[in-house]
């Protein structure tokens, strides 16, 4: 590794919830293709892989989403108490036209069959490796330069609609996927106002909880 090439506590580091930093800048086909290509090298549960990829590029559907996602954002806005919404306000939580690609990760609970080595008694276990792939990708995403914005402010029913995915398939996440000006220093929850981070120490205990 040469001595500018990030570590990966470097990329941790770095990594940001991108919103108001993206360029308009369309990331490469290849530069996407090497992100899409980590996320599904990520571990999962029986080796299932359990999540599928699905690009949207068109301009169409990404003003759709992005018109959808805003009411949902007023939706939420409205029901905080003044002062948490003051603080909210100013927070932007989305990119979804300024990227100008969506990268929808979801979820098959049936890829593997019925009988899935690791599953057994933990369901949620196949979630979780969407959850790996969804980090890999954002990790080397990081890596690359190129910035991500998870979009959580939407109603589930409409974007499997949206994309006419097929049961039980399930969004798990839209991720913003463009180029940036800047990754900023400071994650914009903390910098807003809305939540610090947590010590290490109150988060670590030993033996037991």
């Keep these: 590794m040469s001595e500018s090439t990030p570590s990966v506590y470097d990329v941790i580091g770095m990594r940001r919830d991108v919103r108001a930093e993206f360029t308009g800048q369309v990331v ?18 029986g080796n299932t892989q359990p999540w599928d990829f699905v690009v949207v590029r068109d301009r169409a559907t990404l003003a759709t989403f992005a018109a959808h996602v805003a009411e949902a954002r007023r939706r939420f806005a409205d029901s905080l108490p003044p002062e948490r919404k003051s603080t909210f306000d100013p927070i932007k939580i989305e990119g979804v036209e300024e990227s100008g690609t969506g990268v929808v990760v979801t979820y098959d609970p049936t890829r593997g069959g019925a009988h899935i080595l690791g599953r057994h008694t933990i369901d949620e276990t196949g979630l979780l490796s969407v959850g790996l792939a969804i980090e890999n990708l954002w990790l080397a995403a990081t890596a690359e330069g190129v910035g991500v914005g998870w979009v959580s402010f939407y109603d589930e029913q409409y974007l499997t609609e949206l994309l006419e995915i097929p049961a039980p398939v399930r969004p798990i996440a839209w991720l913003c996927v463009g180029e940036v000006e800047r990754f900023q220093e400071t994650p914009d929850l903390e910098r807003f106002g809305w939540r610090e981070r947590r010590p290490l120490a109150d988060a670590v205990h030993l033996e037991k909880f």
């Design 28 to 45: 490469s086909h290849d530069v996407l293709g090497r992100l899409l290509g980590a996320a599904h090298s990520a571990p999962s549960v």
